[in-house]
């Protein structure tokens, strides 16, 4: 079955770092998000991705942060310089469509910033 | 406008016993309303989701019931097995949002065997 996957699955990195976390989508799929959840929180939306441009973004989604698809499979997460409450599980998500059939989560990269 | 509320928190059912989870929301541009499955460690999955143009949706032991008047859907779990416990998210979205999904706040099951 085809899967969404995740590197790495947990990043230690020290506050001011940049950190880059990678994903790769289902094959097919067209539409690429990023979410993160907050210990015993709620998932949150951070950015969506279509035709090779951001289609919608959160307020959490600052300066800080930036997305690109490098290639024909990868997609990544940048945050230029990290802070204490960056702290999350960081999701990437894939669908087919605008999210109307489904959008599928990988196994989440553990972002620790100390 | 764009809020999703859950509730439980938490719930406790016996083996065998209907687990039901509730969501209300407000934007009434919503539709498409998915239920994740969490476990420890890991990523949402997708469980069963409803478009408003239905009123239930059942797939297995899990059933989506959908109150567009109200704005308000379920998740029932029936038979509810040890190995449903998990956090369970119901979430929304629209074609128009730019498919962002937007979570409830989760309810942790626990099905004691």
């Known amino acids: 079955e085809p899967e969404v996957t995740q590197t790495p699955s947990h990043q230690v990195t020290q506050m001011g770092q940049e950190v880059i976390l990678r994903c790769v989508p289902i094959?097919?799929?067209?539409?690429f998000y990023w979410y993160r959840q907050i210990l015993g929180q709620k998932v949150e939306f951070l950015v969506s991705f279509y035709n090779n441009e951001i289609s919608e973004k959160s307020e959490i989604f600052d300066d800080q942060f930036s997305v690109e698809r490098p290639d024909g499979s990868n997609f990544t997460l940048k945050i230029r310089s990290t802070k204490l409450e960056d702290s999350a599980m960081y999701f990437c998500?894939?669908?087919?469509?605008?999210?109307?059939?489904?959008?599928?989560f990988g196994q989440g990269t553990r972002l620790t910033v100390v | 406008q764009q809020q999703v509320k859950q509730s439980p928190q938490s719930l406790i059912v016996q083996k065998g016993g209907i687990s039901i989870i509730n969501c209300a929301y407000e934007n009434t541009a919503f539709d498409y309303f998915p239920w994740y499955q969490q476990f420890p460690g890991k990523g949402p999955a997708l469980l069963i989701a409803i478009r408003p143009d239905v009123s239930e949706k059942k797939e297995g032991r899990f059933t989506i019931s959908f109150n567009k008047s109200a704005k308000q859907f379920s998740l029932h779990i029936m038979d509810s097995q040890p190995g449903d416990s998990a956090t369970y998210f119901c979430?929304?979205?629209?074609?128009?949002?730019?498919?962002?999904?937007?979570f409830g706040e989760g309810t942790q099951l626990t099905v004691n065997p």
């Open positions: 094959s097919n799929h067209l539409y």
């Open positions: 998500a894939s669908s087919v469509d605008r999210g109307l059939s489904g959008a599928f």
């Open positions: 979430a929304a979205t629209s074609g128009s949002s730019g498919s962002r999904l937007t």
